[in-house]
Nanobody, 119 residues
Framework: QVQLAEFGGGSVKAGGSTTLSCVVR????????MFWYRQYPGKEREFVSG?????TITYADSVKGRFTISQTKNTLSLQMTMLNPDDTAMYYC???????????????WGQGTQVTVSS
């Protein structure tokens, strides 16, 4: 079983920066990749950025050039710069596990952390 916990959300002024962290606890050896999503009130969660185990990095168009995803050991980070009020959302960390061999699959989410950008 793997558990994810996000940290680093809070209030930021437009144009400012902040970094989110996602700490992974448990066995994450079956991970196919780790991702950041965000959710606006009343909306579905949307993809923000992903880092796959082969090193492939992807970003949503809305954050390209402003956000940077990275991972060290058991922590996934999202460096967020040039923030604007449209970035205000709950941010979630996610890992997808392979379903092959000893890996039993699954999608794991953290509890989320709120980022609020004021103009």
């Amino acid at each position: 079983q793997v558990q994810l916990a996000e940290f680093g959300g809070g209030s930021v002024k437009a144009g400012g920066s902040t970094t989110l962290s996602c700490v992974v606890r448990g066995d994450n050896n079956c991970s196919a990749g780790m991702f950041w999503y965000r959710q606006y009130p009343g909306k579905e969660r949307e993809f923000v950025s992903g880092l796959e185990t082969d090193g492939t990095i992807t970003y949503a168009d809305s954050v390209k050039g402003r956000f940077t995803i990275s991972q060290t050991k058991n922590t996934l980070s999202l460096q967020m710069t040039m923030l604007n009020p449209d970035d205000t959302a709950m941010y979630y960390c996610r890992t997808d596990h392979y379903y092959i061999g000893e890996c039993t699959g699954g999608v794991y989410w953290g509890q989320g952390t709120q980022v609020t950008v004021s103009s």
